[in-house]
């Protein structure tokens, strides 16, 4: 973990010794970015039964 902190790729998000957790800043970004396209494509989300279609 520490070699990827220190090349920058990792940030610690929480302070302390316990329930220590990382984030990946690119990584997020390209997920959000997924998500804002694929919802625009499928005209945004809709909550309802999996596997139910829209018409």
Do not use: H
Request: charged share 30%.
């Amino acid at each position: 973990m520490q070699k990827l902190v220190d090349a920058g790729i990792l940030v610690q998000s929480c302070a302390g010794g316990r329930n220590r957790y990382w984030q990946a800043g690119e990584v997020l970004q390209a997920l959000d970015e997924f998500g804002a396209r694929a919802s625009r494509r499928r005209g945004g989300f809709r909550a309802g039964r999996p596997g139910t279609r829209r018409r």
